[in-house]
Structures are given as C-alpha cells and as structure tokens.
C-alpha cells in the first residue's frame, strides 16, 4: 500500500554520481556536495571507470573535463556518491547539464572492494569538445593542487562574462 505523499517519495530517489574532478573530498567544490542546503550526499566508494577516458585540464581557469572519448586515456579515479534529487538537481546546475557538461550513466568499477564490484553511476563528461582538447596531458586522478602546477580557478573569481562552453565545446561557434 503507498503512504506519504508523491512528492515525498520523488525527493527521497537515491542516484549514484561518480565525481573525479573538484567536488572530491579536498578539493575546491566539495562543499557542494555536504551543504545540506544543496540535498543530500553520501559518500560510498573510491572508483575508477571501467573504460579509458582523458581527463584533462583547460581553460584560463584551470578547469577539468572529462572528455567522452572511450578508450583513449586512463581509467580515470574518483568518488562515488548517493545522493537525492535536490543534490541530482543543483549538481547539474553546478556542471551547466545539458549545456556545457552531458550527464551520463557509465560503469565504474569500486577500488576499495576486494571483489571487482562494477556500479553504473552517472558521470559528467564533456561530449562534443573541441579536438584540440585531446592534445592536453592525461590525468588519472585529479587534484587542484597536483604536480601539473594548474590551479582550479573558483567561479567567483573568475570574469562574469566568460563563456566555459564557448571555450571547449565544439558545437559552440555559432552561439
């Protein structure tokens, strides 16, 4: 029998979200991910994708993308999170989905289980990228403060008027 309201069950769906760039734990956007003002987020494993992608950096402000091009790349590393609907919701907001980032569900496979534990999580990629992207290093696990010297510049210090999209995507000319 149903009890509770519908909306109340539409808010309490649990989604896996695999995040490999800024809003791992110390990293610069984490705080998206335990503000309770931005729904509910739980960490639940170390993973890393099952297939090869490259992720890059670019961008004046140093921001990482993970290009949807299977195969070429590493099996890149990251965290998989369950959250609700209202995180879902503000981390699409967060990652301009459908503009600039594509959320899509992709296998990745669980690094700290013993067993090959393989979970399909949704993951940001970015989907029509300019080519040129694919000449940028390769990461395997991003950090802001890794070796590669290229900081993650926050949103609020950056130019309001700069367009991220018209920068890396390439279906984006004649906006």
Not at 9 to 22: D, L, P, R
Not at 35 to 46: C, D, K, L, Q, S
Not at 148 to 160: F, I, L, Q, S
Request: aromatic share 12%; with cysteine.
């Amino acid at each position: 029998m149903f009890s509770g309201s519908w909306s109340t069950q539409i808010s309490q769906m649990v989604h896996k979200v695999f995040v490999y760039g800024t809003l791992k734990r110390n990293e610069p956007n984490h705080g998206t991910m335990t503000n309770p003002e931005n729904g509910v987020a739980t960490f639940i494993a170390e993973g890393m994708t099952k297939e090869k992608y490259p992720l890059i950096i670019a961008t004046k402000y140093n921001v990482p993308f993970l290009l949807h091009s299977p195969g070429t790349g590493y099996n890149v590393k990251g965290e998989i999170y369950e959250v609700d609907d209202k995180m879902l919701s503000n981390l699409d907001i967060l990652e301009d989905h459908p503009n600039c980032y594509i959320r899509d569900k992709n296998d990745i496979v669980l690094t700290d289980s013993t067993h090959r534990t393989v979970m399909k999580c949704w993951v940001y990629f970015l989907k029509m990228f300019k080519p040129e992207l694919l000449s940028k290093p390769f990461l395997e696990d991003y950090k802001s403060e890794g070796d590669h010297g290229m900081r993650y510049c926050e949103r609020c210090k950056r130019d309001v008027n700069f367009k991220l999209k018209l920068a890396v995507r390439d279906d984006c000319a004649y906006l």
